[in-house]
């Protein structure tokens, strides 16, 4: 079966950087798209950075310029997020969709807090 694990949250001071790692496993060759998505209390999850095999990488406006994401070919996916932020804070989803489906990760918490 398909799993999606998250890893490299945690906690960090406002202007500093975290890298996040998703890795998939499975029987899954590799993903049309992978990214990432996040969730704060109260909140709808948003997605914060996607990128497709088409070689097209959308990022959402409240990270443009902060976040960068890469991506391997062994379906594992980065999210490089510097200068972050209080409003960064929130559960990260890694995602990813092949042919048919769609697979979320558990969720990983950052938060960005002095």
């Known amino acids: 079966q398909v799993q999606l694990v998250e890893s490299g949250g945690g906690l960090v001071q406002p202007g500093g950087s975290l890298r996040l790692s998703c890795a998939a496993s499975?029987?899954?060759?590799?993903?049309?798209?992978m990214g990432w998505y996040r969730q704060a209390p109260g909140k709808q999850r948003e997605l914060v950075a996607i990128?497709?095999?088409?070689?097209?990488t959308n990022y959402a406006d409240s990270v443009k310029g902060r976040f960068t994401l890469s991506r391997d070919t062994k379906n594992t996916v980065y999210l490089q997020m510097n200068g972050l932020k209080p409003e960064d804070t929130a559960v990260y989803y890694c995602?990813?969709?092949?042919?048919?489906?769609?697979?979320w990760g558990q969720g990983i918490q950052v938060t960005v807090s002095s």
């Open positions: 995602n990813g969709i092949d042919t048919g489906n769609k697979y």
């Open positions: 499975g029987s899954i060759f590799r993903f049309y798209a």
């Open positions: 990128m497709t095999d088409a070689g097209t």
